[in-house]
Nanobody, 129 residues
Framework: QVQLVESGGGLVQPGGSLKLSCVVS????????IGWFRQAPGKEREGVSCVSISGKRTFYADSVQDRFTISANNAKNTVDLQMNSLKPEDTATYYC??????????????????????WGQGTQVTVSS
């Protein structure tokens, strides 16, 4: 059974940075796509970024492009999301999710959240002065 645990959320001022981590257990990352999603109160869950492990490709939503960086550490079975230049509209609960996709170069954000099989419990990010 694949399990994911997020950490690293918190309260940060606008313009600040946070690094979220997702630890994956129960499987190696190989052949998985790992995505970061977020959901703000009253809004739908949206894809933020994802990495296709075997395809070695990363993808970002337009709203976070050039501010967020996703990285995978296969040896540690972790996927991090470095978030810089944070804005109040980044405030949300952030989730990591996983789905086994094989060796693919597809944009794993295009799959949508319903395609992902395994989810973490979420970590809260609040951007406020």
């Amino acid at each position: 059974q694949v399990q994911l645990v997020e950490s690293g959320g918190g309260l940060v001022q606008p313009g600040g940075s946070l690094k979220l981590s997702c630890v994956v257990s129960g499987s190696t990352l190989e052949y998985y796509a790992i995505g970061w999603f977020r959901q703000a109160p009253g809004k739908e869950r949206e894809g933020v970024s994802c990495v296709s492990i075997s395809g070695k490709r990363t993808f970002y939503a337009d709203s976070v492009q050039d501010r967020f960086t996703i990285s995978a550490n296969n040896a540690k079975n972790t996927v991090d999301l470095q978030m810089n230049s944070l804005k109040p509209e980044d405030t949300a609960t952030y989730y990591c999710a996983a789905v086994k996709v094989g060796r693919t170069y597809d944009n794993c954000l295009d799959y949508g959240s319903a395609f992902y099989d395994y989810w973490g419990q979420g970590t809260q990010v609040t951007v406020s002065s």
